[in-house]
């Protein structure tokens, strides 16, 4: 079974330029997460995806971040502008349905680097 | 608010046993997670603990007591491959999880 995968695996751009993250959940996964981990920290949700309505953005900076999941399958991630704090991985994870229990899956992740 | 608490680090010879501690204080509980996360890799799920108790897969054992909020992830027979930082991650309320800060287990020979 194939896993999370997720595109490019690394990005440098400088703040206030745009960039975009791709990610393809596990077939048949109907929930998609999106979290920040900054270095020396655990992952932090950005956004949770039930097939492509939104369930949770609590945490999403929304005045730079924006996220989409169209067709219930693929999502990407943006970021416009970008800020030297916005420097982090950001994985995408999936599991077969939100129900307690279910186990996450992670993505490789991308390592942005924002100078 | 939400805390999850663990070690920073920890080190440990090729052999040993060595257990790895979390407390929580969440506004809810619908679980508790532990990964394993090796360095530029992704979290791979080790255990999930959502009654009291022990939970053995292995050499890698999950305690949780949710009357004191307390978990702990028990490695025995360790290997240098264990080497890695080690995830407690709750799961409040909603189904997203609120991970720790991680555990940086060293493992020597």
């Known amino acids: 079974e194939a896993g999370v995968a997720q595109s490019p695996r690394y990005k440098i751009i400088e703040k206030r330029q745009s960039v975009a993250f791709w990610c393809n959940p596990i077939s048949g996964h109907a929930t998609l997460y999106w979290y920040q981990q900054i270095l020396g920290q655990g992952p932090k949700l950005l956004i949770q995806?039930?097939?492509?309505?939104?369930?949770?953005d609590s945490q999403l900076p929304k005045d730079r971040f924006s996220a989409e999941r169209l067709k219930g399958v693929d999502s990407t991630l943006k970021i416009q502008p970008a800020k030297l704090e916005d420097s982090a991985v950001y994985l995408c994870?999936?599991?077969?349905?939100?129900?307690?229990?279910?186990?996450?899956?992670f993505g490789p992740g991308t390592r942005l680097l924002v100078l | 608010g939400q805390n999850i608490d663990q070690p920073t680090e920890m080190t440990a010879t090729e052999g040993a046993i060595v257990q790895i501690n979390c407390t929580y204080q969440t506004s809810g509980f619908n679980g508790l997670f532990w990964y394993q996360q090796h360095a530029g890799e992704a979290p791979t799920f080790l255990s999930y603990?959502?009654?009291?108790g022990l939970e053995e897969k292995g050499r890698f054992s999950s305690f949780l007591s949710r009357s004191k909020g307390y978990s702990y992830l028990l490695l025995k027979e360790l290997q240098m491959k264990d080497s890695a930082s080690y995830l407690c991650a709750v799961r409040s309320t909603g189904t997203a999880l609120i991970f720790g800060k991680g555990t940086t287990l060293s493992v020597s020979s």
């Open positions: 994870a999936s599991s077969l349905s939100p129900v307690p229990g279910e186990t996450q899956y």
């Open positions: 995806f039930q097939n492509n309505g939104v369930v949770d």
């Open positions: 603990n959502v009654l009291d």
